[in-house]
């Protein structure tokens, strides 16, 4: 092969390669975005070490609406991690669409509205589950233990720091 074809070669060979690493930015079975957010519709789901109901349980999650990121899927099957980046797989219909988040920074002030210096509403404490409402760039307004207001996204686990929500 000449110098071109080489070049050429390698110039198709790369565009295939970005093509397919496109194509695995998608869920195999959901064809939904990887990785992403959902949240733990049960009370109660075991993480296994692999796809199916055969492969060994590694532990249980016991917290409704936790939120968690899937990684990958096979069949009914969701490779997920918590925030501590502990994984495993779970059977999908343990699993729900509804954005949750949960709070990074102990006492972070829920505020009345997008910006530094709004009223407080609340304070929340380190690992409190809130329920995502919508995201800005830098804001989200969440809902938790009866209060409704915003938090900077920079304070939640369960959103991704460029990702909006309506």
Not at 4 to 20: I, R
Not at 24 to 32: A, C, M
Not at 83 to 104: K, N, Q
């Amino acid at each position: 092969m000449s110098r071109v074809s080489n070049l050429l070669w390698a110039a198709l060979l790369t565009g295939a390669q970005t093509l397919g690493a496109a194509a695995q930015d998608r869920g195999s079975v959901t064809k939904l975005p990887l990785p992403r957010f959902v949240s733990m519709k049960a009370s109660e789901g075991n993480v296994r070490r692999g796809p199916s109901s055969t492969h060994r349980i590694d532990w249980i999650f016991v917290r409704k609406d936790i939120p968690l990121e899937i990684t990958a899927e096979h069949g009914h099957w969701r490779r997920i991690r918590d925030r501590d980046g502990a994984g495993g797989w779970m059977h999908y219909s343990l699993l729900s669409g509804v954005r949750t988040a949960i709070i990074e920074t102990d006492m972070v002030e829920m505020k009345a509205k997008p910006a530094p210096d709004a009223m407080a509403v609340a304070q929340l404490e380190l690992g409190v589950i809130a329920r995502i409402q919508e995201c800005s760039i830098e804001w989200c307004e969440i809902r938790s233990s009866g209060y409704q207001g915003w938090v900077r996204k920079a304070d939640l686990w369960g959103v991704k720091p460029d990702e909006t929500l309506e």
